[in-house]
């Protein structure tokens, strides 16, 4: 297991625990795009900006998700 991998479980146990928490989403869309499973990265930072709509950080990151 890589350690995107191993991240990526991390961020899943931690939205289970917690699936109000912007941070964990946009967490695991960066790990995501890492592993350049886009789609998915794209639904986190979705759910990340749902939770958390003045967190400008996570549109840059949906942006990157569109440049690269």
Do not use: V
Not at 5 to 13: Q, R, S
Not at 45 to 67: F, R, T, V
């Amino acid at each position: 297991m890589n350690r995107f991998e191993e991240a990526l479980e991390y961020y899943d146990l931690a939205i289970q625990k917690n699936p109000g928490k912007a941070e964990y989403f946009n967490g695991k869309a960066i790990a995501l795009m890492s592993m350049n499973r886009f789609e998915e990265a794209l639904e986190n930072y979705d759910s990340a900006i749902q939770k958390n709509p003045e967190n400008a950080d996570y549109y840059y990151g949906k942006e990157q998700l569109s440049i690269d």
